[in-house]
């Protein structure tokens, strides 16, 4: 996201996350196996102003990943995060945010959705993040506030 602030051409990588049974013993196969590829579309597609690339694998076996699609965010109606305390090897402490409801409530065709399906997705994002239809209501709360 910064990148794209910045128009500097930029990808993220997202990781889809399930523990197995549902989600693979290696969760990072889907990725190291179509990641390049995925990499390398992303880059030939257009960059205009502020726009940055979201590469998202999903959490499948690398030979049962679908194909790369390209499709919109998707907004869960009924997401709810937990947070994984997780220690590696270094004794490093890192915290995980992973999905309680598994992406079901997310629209058709979206990343979220296409993932659990076993899609990499590449979503064009920009990074302009402000609610500007807010922006005058929330002015006249601020001065009735001053």
Not at 22 to 40: F, M, N, Y
Not at 114 to 138: F, K, Y
Request: some cysteine.
């Amino acid at each position: 996201m910064e990148g794209g602030l910045n128009r500097v051409r930029s990808i993220a990588l997202s990781q889809f996350y399930r523990q197995p049974p549902e989600g693979p013993t290696d969760l990072w196969g889907a990725s190291r196996a179509h990641g390049a590829a995925a990499v390398r579309a992303a880059l030939k597609m257009p960059c205009p102003d502020t726009v940055f690339y979201n590469i998202n694998f999903p959490a499948v076996d690398p030979d049962a990943v679908k194909g790369t699609t390209v499709c919109p965010q998707g907004i869960r109606a009924e997401a709810t995060f937990a947070v994984t305390n997780y220690q590696a090897a270094n004794k490093r402490e890192f915290n995980f945010l992973s999905h309680q409801t598994a992406n079901q409530s997310a629209p058709d065709g979206s990343d979220a959705r296409n993932l659990i399906d076993g899609w990499v997705t590449i979503t064009p994002l920009r990074p302009q993040l402000t609610a500007t239809d807010l922006m005058d209501e929330a002015r006249l709360v601020l001065a009735a506030e001053a």
